[in-house]
């Protein structure tokens, strides 16, 4: 049997900031979540997240994951005080408890299956995870002998000068014989420089400790500082690129754009410079997104092409050009072969197949038909102070440059509607709407 843990509790003081570390985010997903994804494939019995600062707000951001239990750590006094608190909820378990870091992001699942693997293999008490750093500031020490047979962990602040000249350091990834960790977990002592139980202690007193050394450094890096966190997001977007590219997906200038983990992508898409994909992103065959683009939570058919715009919640049916200078909102779904232009921005609207918005409009709250020509500067007024309104246009209709479709309006199809106008009342089918001051001219004024 196997139990995860997953050390969640801590302040992260270092990171100076009012959000508890482990919700920091990092390409779309939280630290936590990304240690918690790590282990899935495991399919552990239990999975237990220790948490203690701002507990509520670290549950709630995870209480819809399916059989995870939450054990409150308070006050949190160090790594070995959370995995205390495992005693009372773990009583009657019996095999190994996997101990993964919260604030250790970049783990493959791999990695992790190796460790428990090597583990039960070696029959030791417990199997920790190593890295050799060329930097090991900040990290506990491992000292270990050529076997792989570990004597003690100590912390970079507990170390004397020869002991810091170690490059081994602990990566916090763990897998224990659960009874063996149990017999010792009370036995720790707040005798260090930071006066807290350290877990790390507990490899000196179990009487076989190994370790297994990570191919990939980069995998162990633990974030404690913002910096840190922009180290590993600059190598999870490598990751992410990597990955795509691999897939068919063209980056012309990949280290200055970024992906969401849950981005997907068909073949042939080409992604100019400047350009960042957020939350749940589906982009079809051959789209050109970028250069200047910004797309979140968002769906492309294919052979779209999205030029300096922002597309947010929408989706977009293929063979569709957005932009440049487009803003593309929440609920804006553009139908086959539309046409979006500059300075336009489209909310919570359909457009059918073939529609034209080229120049200067804001269409919100809208149901356009199909092939419909929306002139430079028309606006949908669909907010009367209160409510809002919608704005209906059927089939091949056009608007002048410059209307203003006073909401709730319906304008039917085959209609047009001329230049300038303000449109307050429906229009029938075929017709022709002029809501103007007529003009007058008076002759000889200047002479
Ligand atoms: C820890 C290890 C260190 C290792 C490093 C790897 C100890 C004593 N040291 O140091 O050997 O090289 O990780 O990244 O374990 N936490 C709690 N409750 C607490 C304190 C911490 O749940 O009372 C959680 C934190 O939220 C965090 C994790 O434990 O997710 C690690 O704590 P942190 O303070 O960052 O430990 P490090 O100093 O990095
Ligand atoms: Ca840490």
Not at 144 to 159: K, L, P, Q, T, Y
Not at 170 to 193: E, H, M, Q, R
Not at 204 to 223: F, K, P, T, W
Not at 292 to 302: C, Q
């Amino acid at each position: 049997m196997l139990a995860v843990a997953v050390l969640a509790a801590g302040k992260g003081t270092r990171m100076k900031s009012a959000l508890p570390k482990v919700l920091q985010p990092l390409a779309g997903a939280t630290l936590v979540e990304r240690v918690l994804a790590s282990a899935r494939t495991l399919a552990p019995e239990r999975r237990i997240l220790i948490v203690g600062h701002q507990a509520e707000r670290v549950e709630a951001q995870l209480n819809h994951l399916d059989g995870l239990e939450f054990v409150l750590q308070q006050p949190q006094n160090g790594t070995g005080h959370a995995v205390q608190q495992l005693i009372a909820p773990l009583q009657s378990f019996t095999g190994e408890l996997l101990v993964l870091n919260g604030d250790v992001p970049l783990l493959r699942a791999e990695t992790i299956e190796q460790l428990v693997e090597t583990h039960r293999n070696s029959g030791a008490d417990v199997t920790l995870l190593t890295a050799r750093l060329n930097d090991p500031t900040g990290y506990g020490r491992v000292f270990a002998d050529d076997d792989g047979r570990v004597s003690a962990i100590v912390e970079h602040r507990d170390c004397t000068e020869e002991q810091r000249r170690n490059t081994l350091t602990n990566a916090g990834i763990y897998c224990f014989n659960w009874s063996k960790l149990l017999a010792v977990l009370p036995k720790l002592s707040t005798d260090n420089d930071q006066g807290e139980l350290y877990l790390t202690d507990t490899v000196s007193m179990l009487e076989r400790a190994m370790h297994v050394e990570v191919a990939d450094a980069d995998e162990v890096n633990g974030i404690n500082n913002r910096r840190q966190l922009a180290q590993c997001e600059t190598l999870l977007q490598q990751r992410l690129r990597d990955h795509w590219m691999d897939q068919g997906v063209t980056f012309v200038d990949p280290a200055s754009c970024t992906l969401s983990e849950s981005c997907r992508f068909g073949r042939d898409v080409v992604i100019e410079p400047q350009t960042h994909l957020r939350g749940v992103c589906s982009i079809g065959d051959n789209c050109r997104l970028g250069p200047g683009s910004l797309l979140e939570d968002s769906e492309l058919a294919e052979n779209v092409t999205v030029l300096h715009s922002v597309v947010r919640g929408a989706k977009v049916a293929r063979d569709v050009a957005v932009g440049p200078f487009a803003n593309l909102r929440p609920a804006a779904d553009i139908g086959e072969g539309c046409r979006i232009g500059n300075f336009v921005e489209v909310k919570k609207s359909t457009l059918a197949a073939g529609t034209k918005v080229n120049h200067l409009s804001y269409i919100g709250d809208a149901e356009l038909g199909t092939d419909v020509n929306v002139g430079a500067g028309t606006i949908t007024a669909n907010y009367d102070g209160v409510n809002k309104h919608r704005t209906v246009i059927g089939d091949r209709s056009k608007t002048g440059a410059n209307s203003v479709l006073v909401a709730p309006v319906t304008i039917g199809a085959d209609v047009t509607i001329g230049a300038g106008s303000t449109i307050t009342k429906d229009v029938p089918n075929g017709s022709l709407a002029l809501g103007r001051a007529k003009q007058w001219v008076k002759e000889g004024w200047n002479s």
